[in-house]
């Protein structure tokens, strides 16, 4: 089925894709350069650091990223800060403050209900009583947990500037809006509070930024904001989750659109009016075969380009469990490097421009290495 909508967006006419709107560095730097696809640090170098910390940033840029990626999600006093979702239980140590016990609930966010501790629950002053703690310690250990802050948006753009200053490069920076709509509902408004952000930092004026999201309203808004504010430097991304659900603001509203219906040829037309880069989930490109090894490419990446749109996948991880079951390593240890290294090049030859990967190192060395034979 994902095959069939993908073909029939072949029959799109080739647009002329973001044209003005962005700087022409910005359309250089989010499309495949000659050594290949931008790497994008996802959350950070989070398969080395926890995710979503200063130093995990500071880390990937270190490792040759070229964009560091952080998730925002709201204060209670309207900050934002980088945690992947708005539930915090599971990458802070909230549960071990005694202070905080009454603050745990069960609310619905986009649809689901969900247990925990609430960043919405907290003003920015109580949560910076908190540290980080890894997401996958079965994985990944835990030596680093107790260590590093949550850090606020505008601390991340000044780390990042202060990278560049340090590393003589250009570093982007690509946060995801998270549960926009969850926090509208509640009077907060991410979408104003990024663009006055990226306004305050003369860096974030000028390097290449982008806007990601799995919403299509939040994205629409933001086109005629940064529009209107002239900030060419900023591109938008419209991130594609399950093949069968909706992006939560169009189920919100009771128009429900499925993502595999979004990349259709009237979808990435659609998406291509707002959007610079689509941002599927790695398998609609590369699906996995009944043997357990990459199958060869989907027509998404060609369908895409034609409709004028880049193509970042997520999500590259360097652990047997994340890898397609023939590039397992099956070792004492959870890491397979080379399975990695294998799966990034194969993304690179079916001419993706960017990737999102936990370890931005190990991909940038995949891509700098030739193929072994």
Not at 21 to 36: K, Q, T
Not at 222 to 245: E, H, K, T
Request: charged share 25%.
């Amino acid at each position: 089925m994902v095959a069939g909508v993908l073909a029939a967006a072949m029959a799109l006419p080739a647009a002329a894709g973001p044209g003005e709107r962005l700087a022409p560095d910005v359309r250089e730097a989010i499309r495949a350069a000659a050594r290949g696809p931008a790497v994008i640090a996802h959350r950070g170098a989070s398969a080395l650091l926890p995710e979503h910390t200063l130093a995990a940033y500071e880390r990937a840029i270190a490792d040759g990223a070229d964009f560091v990626e952080p998730d925002l999600v709201m204060t209670r006093d309207g900050v934002l800060v980088a945690r992947h979702e708005n539930e915090i239980g599971d990458t802070t140590d909230v549960a071990a403050h005694p202070a905080f016990a009454d603050r745990r609930r069960v609310r619905d966010v986009d649809g689901a209900q969900v247990e925990g501790w609430f960043v919405e629950d907290f003003t920015l002053a109580e949560l910076r009583t908190l540290r980080a703690r890894e997401r996958l310690p079965q994985l990944r250990g835990t030596a680093h947990d107790g260590r590093y802050p949550v850090p606020t948006f505008d601390e991340i753009v000044k780390a990042v500037a202060a990278a560049s200053a340090r590393t003589g490069r250009t570093i982007g920076i690509v946060p995801e809006l998270k549960h926009s709509s969850h926090f509208h509902a509640l009077g907060l408004d991410p979408e104003t509070a990024l663009l006055a952000a990226l306004q305050r930092h003369d860096y974030a004026r000028r390097a290449p930024m982008g806007i990601q999201s799995f919403e299509v309203g939040n994205l629409r808004r933001l086109r005629g904001m940064l529009d209107a504010a002239g900030l060419r430097n900023v591109f938008l991304a419209q991130l594609i989750g399950d093949p069968g659900q909706s992006p939560s603001d169009l189920a919100r509203a009771g128009a429900p659109v499925p993502y595999l219906q979004m990349l259709g040829p009237d979808g990435l037309a659609r998406i291509a009016e707002y959007a610079d880069v689509l941002a599927p989930h790695l398998r609609y490109v590369l699906p996995v075969d009944d043997a357990g090894a990459l199958a060869a490419p989907t027509p998404l990446v060609a369908a895409a380009h034609a409709a004028g749109l880049a193509v970042h996948v997520w999500t590259l991880r360097p652990e047997d469990p994340f890898l397609p079951p023939a590039l397992r390593c099956g070792g004492e240890g959870p890491r397979c490097e080379a399975g990695a290294r294998a799966e990034a090049r194969a993304f690179a030859e079916a001419g993706v421009d960017a990737l999102f990967g936990d370890d931005p190192g190990l991909l940038r060395e995949a891509l700098r290495a030739p193929p072994a034979e």
